[in-house]
């Protein structure tokens, strides 16, 4: 059984940084992708951040340029650096893991951490 960790969560000011971590248990093969979600109350969850087998790394246009992913796919972990936050990027922050085989893909959620910035 896969089991997503995050940390690092919390309230910070606009303006500050944050850093998101998040590590998989166990000895995991064929991850292709680890990335970062977010759900805001009455809103739907939305993808923040994705980095891929290479190290290629993609965001949304609302947070390019504010927000930098990292990991490594064959140690199952991954970071979210988030600077010059707003108060709109208040949500529940979630790590996603992506394992594709030959005949089957599969996807695994942390159980989320809380960012809270006030303006």
């Known amino acids: 059984q896969v089991q997503l960790v995050e940390s690092g969560g919390g309230l910070v000011q606009a303006g500050g940084s944050l850093r998101l971590s998040c590590v998989a248990s166990g000895s995991i093969s064929s991850v292709a992708a680890m990335g970062w979600y977010r759900q805001a109350p009455g809103k739907q969850r939305e993808w923040v951040a994705v980095?891929?087998?290479?190290?290629?790394?993609n965001y949304p246009d609302s947070v390019k340029g504010r927000f930098t992913i990292s990991g490594d796919l064959a140690k199952s972990t991954v970071t979210l650096q988030m600077d010059s936050l707003r108060p709109e990027d208040t949500a529940v922050y979630y790590c996603?893991?992506?394992?594709?085989?030959?005949?089957?893909?599969?996807?695994?959620w942390g159980q989320g951490t809380q960012v809270t910035v006030s303006s």
């Open positions: 980095i891929t087998s290479g190290t290629r790394t």
């Open positions: 996603n893991l992506v394992r594709k085989s030959s005949n089957d893909v599969r996807t695994y």
